[in-house]
C-alpha cells in the first residue's frame, strides 16, 4: 500500500453532536502513539484485564476509530470477526463501544436504554503495526483513525479512566427532552396530567420547575425530570 493511499484512507469527516468534538479533543490532547496503556485499574465492568492487556505491555494502547453514527455495533461485530479470521489476537485485543444507561419517559412509561457516549466512535485497543492498522483501517464500516495527520493517536491512561467513569456510572443518566420556555405534561404526582410551561432545569439536582394555571392564577411546581414529558 503506497503512501498516498493510506493517507486517503485516513482522511475522515467530522459530523454528529457534541460529543464528537470531545473524543477529537481528547486524541488531539494524546501522547505519542505508542505510549503505554496500564490497562489493570481500567478494565470495564464484565472485562477481565488479561483482555485489556497487562501493566508494562510498552506497545499496547487504546486508538479510537470513527464510523458513521449508529453503525458502532456493526462496525465492533465486523472487526471482531476479522481479528478472528486473521489471526490477528496478538495485536488487536478489545473493541469498546462507550455507552452510558439513560432512563426516558414516553408516553408517560419509563423505559432504560443504552445511549452511545460518543456516537460515531469506537474504541480499540491494539499494539500498532502496519499490519494491525491495515485489519483495523480496512474494517467495513470504519472511515478513518483519530489522530494527527495520517499517525494514529493513542488515548492517554487517564483519557480512557474518563471515558470508563462514563460507562460506569451508578445511576442512569436521565434523558431530558424538553427546554426553557416549552409545553409539557405531567405525567406522574398530584399535578397528574396537568399542562404547563417549563420555567427552569436544575440538571445537578434532576429537578424542573413548571408554571401550572392551577384556580387560574400561573404557580411554580418543582417536578423531578421523570415526572414531565414534552406535551
Given at each position: 500500500?503506497?503512501?498516498?493511499?493510506k493517507?486517503?484512507?485516513d482522511?475522515?469527516v467530522?459530523?454528529?453532536?457534541?460529543?464528537e468534538?470531545?473524543m477529537?479533543?481528547l486524541?488531539?490532547?494524546?501522547?505519542?502513539?505508542?505510549?503505554?496503556v496500564?490497562?489493570?485499574?481500567l478494565?470495564p465492568?464484565?472485562t477481565?484485564?488479561e483482555?485489556l492487556?497487562e501493566?508494562?505491555s510498552?506497545?499496547r494502547a487504546?486508538y479510537?476509530?470513527?464510523?458513521?453514527?449508529?453503525?458502532?455495533?456493526?462496525?465492533?461485530?465486523?472487526?471482531?470477526q476479522?481479528?478472528e479470521?486473521m489471526?490477528?489476537k496478538?495485536?488487536?485485543f478489545?473493541?469498546?463501544i462507550p455507552?452510558q444507561?439513560e432512563?426516558?419517559?414516553?408516553d408517560g412509561?419509563?423505559?432504560?436504554?443504552?445511549r452511545?457516549?460518543?456516537p460515531?466512535y469506537?474504541?480499540?485497543?491494539?499494539?500498532?503495526?502496519?499490519?494491525?492498522?491495515y485489519?483495523?483501517r480496512n474494517t467495513?464500516g470504519v472511515?478513518?483513525?483519530?489522530g494527527?495527520?495520517?499517525t494514529p493517536t493513542?488515548l492517554?491512561?487517564e483519557?480512557?479512566?474518563q471515558?470508563?467513569?462514563?460507562?460506569?456510572?451508578e445511576?442512569?443518566h436521565?434523558k431530558v427532552?424538553?427546554?426553557?420556555?416549552?409545553?409539557?405534561r405531567?405525567?406522574?404526582?398530584?399535578?397528574?396530567?396537568?399542562?404547563?410551561?417549563?420555567a427552569?432545569i436544575?440538571?445537578?439536582?434532576?429537578?424542573?420547575?413548571v408554571?401550572?394555571?392551577?384556580?387560574g392564577?400561573?404557580?411554580?411546581?418543582e417536578?423531578d425530570?421523570?415526572?414531565?414529558?414534552?406535551?
Amino acid at each position: 500500500m503506497d503512501a498516498q493511499e493510506k493517507s486517503s484512507k485516513d482522511t475522515f469527516v467530522s459530523e454528529g453532536p457534541e460529543e464528537e468534538a470531545e473524543m477529537q479533543q481528547l486524541a488531539s490532547q494524546s501522547s505519542v502513539p505508542d505510549a503505554p496503556v496500564q490497562t489493570g485499574d481500567l478494565a470495564p465492568a464484565g472485562t477481565s484485564t488479561e483482555t485489556l492487556g497487562e501493566p508494562g505491555s510498552e506497545q499496547r494502547a487504546w486508538y479510537v476509530i470513527h464510523c458513521y453514527s449508529g453503525y458502532e455495533n456493526k462496525v465492533r461485530h465486523n472487526l471482531e470477526q476479522r481479528i478472528e479470521t486473521m489471526g490477528m489476537k496478538d495485536k488487536i485485543f478489545d473493541v469498546v463501544i462507550p455507552t452510558q444507561e439513560e432512563i426516558e419517559v414516553k408516553d408517560g412509561k419509563r423505559r432504560t436504554v443504552e445511549r452511545h457516549v460518543f456516537p460515531g466512535y469506537v474504541l480499540v485497543n491494539m499494539i500498532l503495526s502496519e499490519e494491525s492498522w491495515y485489519v483495523v483501517r480496512n474494517t467495513p464500516g470504519v472511515t478513518g483513525f483519530v489522530g494527527m495527520g495520517n499517525t494514529p493517536t493513542a488515548l492517554r491512561p487517564e483519557e480512557v479512566s474518563q471515558i470508563l467513569k462514563r460507562m460506569e456510572a451508578e445511576a442512569p443518566h436521565i434523558k431530558v427532552s424538553f427546554k426553557t420556555g416549552e409545553r409539557v405534561r405531567i405525567v406522574d404526582g398530584p399535578f397528574n396530567d396537568f399542562r404547563g410551561t417549563v420555567a427552569e432545569i436544575n440538571m445537578e439536582r434532576s429537578k424542573v420547575r413548571v408554571m401550572v394555571n392551577f384556580f387560574g392564577r400561573e404557580t411554580p411546581v418543582e417536578l423531578d425530570f421523570l415526572q414531565v414529558e414534552k406535551a
